[in-house]
């Protein structure tokens, strides 16, 4: 059995402005909060247990590198991207990373970079066999009202069934933080036609704030690759709440 988890931790940020000018958009918590907020996603992912996590919004190599010592990955993988903010999608793993690729050189029909937060594929080693993760951070309803959202869901949905081809030998998996609904028009390229399984069970709920409670957060599987799925979780209670307002969606797989 292998466990793969996706989690946005929310405004994982070191002590440091990085940004020009300075405090220009990232947070700069003091030095304790950080420490408080290191302890608290680490206690999580120690509970949950996952042999490969994906994350989103997490500062920089520097911050990821701190989590994973404190929560026993030996892999911890993140590229730099574009967002104003400086959050960026990152991996740690358990198992053997062979390859960790960024999509972030892709552009749009505008010429914009389409990955503000990466997209990014890690090909694993287990002892079963290859797994592959295409996963990314979408657009959210702050800084776009769908449109770019649906660029990028076609284009995780283009990566996603190309690996499927490419890589009879693995497992494939997409997903990450989508920021929307499983019936949004903003997504229909990876979920309306049904040929990749939302793994999640309906109605699930993955992210609480202010305005309410919604479902963001996904891994998704080839339906032909249904069988491999041995269960599905979305990770709650006071401890997650403590680290972030996202809940992490966690499955386990049969990897023969």
């Given at each position: 059995?292998?466990?793969?988890?996706?989690?946005?931790?929310?405004?994982?940020?070191?002590?440091t402005d990085?940004?020009?000018?300075?405090?220009?958009?990232?947070?700069?918590?003091?030095?304790?909060?950080?420490?408080?907020?290191?302890?608290?996603?680490?206690?999580?992912?120690?509970?949950?247990?996952?042999?490969?996590?994906?994350?989103?919004?997490?500062?920089n190599a520097?911050?990821?590198?701190?989590?994973?010592?404190?929560?026993?990955?030996?892999?911890?993988?993140?590229?730099?991207?574009?967002?104003?903010?400086?959050?960026?999608?990152?991996?740690?793993?358990?198992?053997?990373?062979?390859?960790?690729?960024?999509?972030?050189g892709e552009?749009?029909?505008?010429?914009?970079?389409?990955?503000?937060?990466?997209?990014?594929?890690?090909?694993?080693?287990?002892?079963?066999?290859?797994?592959?993760?295409?996963?990314?951070?979408?657009?959210?309803?702050?800084?776009?009202?769908?449109?770019?959202?649906?660029?990028?869901?076609?284009?995780?949905?283009?990566?996603?069934?190309?690996?499927?081809?490419?890589?009879?030998?693995?497992?494939?998996?997409?997903?990450?933080?989508?920021?929307?609904?499983?019936?949004?028009?903003?997504?229909?390229?990876?979920?309306?036609?049904?040929?990749?399984?939302?793994?999640?069970?309906?109605?699930?709920?993955?992210?609480?704030?202010?305005?309410?409670?919604?479902?963001?957060?996904?891994?998704?599987?080839?339906?032909?690759?249904?069988?491999?799925?041995?269960?599905?979780?979305?990770?709650?209670?006071?401890?997650?709440?403590?680290?972030?307002?996202?809940?992490?969606?966690?499955?386990?797989?049969?990897?023969?």
């Open positions: 059995m292998v466990r793969v988890a996706t989690w946005n931790v929310h405004d994982l940020f070191d002590a990085r940004l020009a000018p300075p405090g220009a958009l990232d947070l700069v918590p003091a030095p304790d909060a950080v420490e408080e907020k290191l302890d608290a996603v680490a206690a999580v992912l120690e509970a949950l247990g996952a042999d490969v996590v994906v994350l989103q919004e997490v500062e520097e911050i990821l590198a701190r989590l994973a010592a404190r929560a026993g990955y030996p892999e911890a993988r993140l590229v730099e991207g574009e967002d104003p903010r400086g959050i960026d999608v990152a991996a740690l793993s358990r198992l053997p990373i062979d390859a960790y690729l960024s999509h972030l552009l749009d029909a505008l010429g914009r970079p389409l990955w503000p937060r990466d997209c990014i594929e890690v090909h694993l080693r287990t002892a079963g066999g290859a797994l592959a993760i295409v996963a990314s951070h979408l657009s959210s309803a702050r800084s776009d009202d769908g449109t770019r959202r649906l660029v990028q869901a076609a284009r995780l949905r283009e990566i996603a069934d190309g690996l499927d081809r490419a890589r009879p030998d693995a497992l494939v998996l997409a997903g990450g933080d989508l920021n929307d609904a499983p019936a949004s028009a903003a997504l229909a390229p990876l979920l309306a036609d049904g040929a990749w399984l939302d793994l999640a069970p309906p109605g699930a709920v993955t992210w609480e704030g202010e305005a309410g409670a919604s479902r963001l957060d996904y891994l998704l599987v080839a339906r032909g690759d249904a069988a491999a799925v041995l269960a599905v979780s979305i990770a709650g209670g006071e401890r997650v709440r403590a680290a972030s307002d996202h809940r992490p969606v966690v499955v386990d797989l049969s990897l023969r």
